[in-house]
C-alpha cells in the first residue's frame, strides 16, 4: 500500500475517532430524569414544549398534586387503591376525567366537594382554591397528556418565590400536619427548614443515594426546581 493511501486512511480514522469523541447526551432545558417527560399513554403525547402562561401541563402541574393529594399509600396508590381507584398515571386518572367538561368529571367533582367525602378525606387538608382552578382548567383545556420547559428561573430562589410554591404542590400532600409522610411535615417554614438543614430535602429531590426519592410516584422535579431548592439552601434557608 503506498505512502499516500495510508496517510488517506490514517486521516479517515482520526477524524471518526474525534466525531465519537464529541457526542455528549442531549440535554433537554428544564428536564431532570424523568421530570421533563410525559407519563403514561394516550390521550395526548407527552411532549415537552416551551411553556405556556395560558396552559395547563399533566406533568409539570397536575400529576404532582394528584401524586402527593391522591395516589399516596393508604388512599389511591397502586396498593391500596381505595374505593378500586387508582390515581397513578395518566392513563387511570382519565378513567374519571371527561375531556373539556371540570364540572362532568368525577375527579374534579370529588375534589370540590365540601362534605366528609371529599378529596382528600378530612382530616387533610382540602386542595387550595387555587390548585382546585389549575385542575379545572386542566380538564377544559382538554386533559391533555402534556408536559413543558423553561417555566422556571433558577435565579428565583427565595423561600416565598420558589420554594413554597414547590413544596405545596409536590410534597405537601404527604407531608402535613394530618398526615406527616415520614414523620416530616413540609406544610411550614419550619418544618422545610428542618430537612433542609439535615440533608434529607435536597438528598429526596435529587434522587441522592441513601435517600428515598421525592416526589413519591411523580416524576423526579427538572433540574431547574432541584437548582432553585438547593441555591435555597446555599444562600442559608431564609423565610423570604
Sequence with gaps: MNRKILQGFSLLLAG???????????????????????????????????????????????????????????????????????????????KYVSPGNASGSKLYKEIIRTDGDRMPPPPMPPFTTAQKTLIQKWINQGAKNNSCAGRCDTTVFTYSGAVKPLMD?????????????????????????????????????????????????AAKMPDCEIIQIQKWITAGTLNN
Design 169 to 217: 404542590n409536590k410534597c405537601v400532600g404527604c407531608h402535613n400536619p394530618a398526615n406527616p409522610g415520614g414523620n416530616i411535615d413540609l406544610s411550614t417554614y419550619n418544618g422545610v427548614k428542618l430537612v433542609a438543614l439535615n440533608g434529607k430535602l435536597y438528598g429526596s429531590v435529587a434522587h441522592q443515594p441513601g435517600y428515598s426519592p421525592m416526589p413519591q410516584g
Design 16 to 94: 471518526l475517532l474525534l466525531l465519537n469523541a464529541c457526542r455528549h447526551e442531549i440535554l433537554y432545558p428544564g428536564g431532570g430524569g424523568t421530570g421533563g417527560t410525559g407519563g403514561g399513554t394516550g390521550g395526548g403525547t407527552g411532549s415537552t414544549n416551551t411553556c405556556s402562561p395560558d396552559s395547563v401541563y399533566f406533568v409539570n402541574d397536575i400529576m404532582p398534586l394528584i401524586a402527593s393529594n391522591c395516589a399516596m399509600s393508604g388512599c389511591h396508590d397502586a396498593i391500596t387503591h381505595e374505593d378500586g381507584v387508582d390515581l397513578t398515571s395518566y392513563t387511570k386518572i382519565m
